[in-house]
């Protein structure tokens, strides 16, 4: 699930969390909600077509 949270020096972020509540990754920190809302909106439709680089 993806939380939207208020960052301590102001601001909001969002993570995502995995169905155990470990967080997967967590955004920038953005000066409005609807900022971070759109940052998760934009997460859901590019990461299905994301491709996997393997750098090893």
Not at 36 to 47: F, P
Request: glycine share 8%; proline share 4%.
């Amino acid at each position: 699930m993806f939380e939207i949270l208020r960052a301590n020096a102001g601001g909001y972020f969002w993570r995502l969390k995995a169905a155990n509540g470990e967080t997967l990754c967590h955004s920038e920190v953005y000066t409005s909600k609807q900022s971070a809302q759109g940052g998760i909106d934009a997460t859901k439709r590019i990461a299905p077509l994301a491709p996997v680089h393997d750098r090893t």
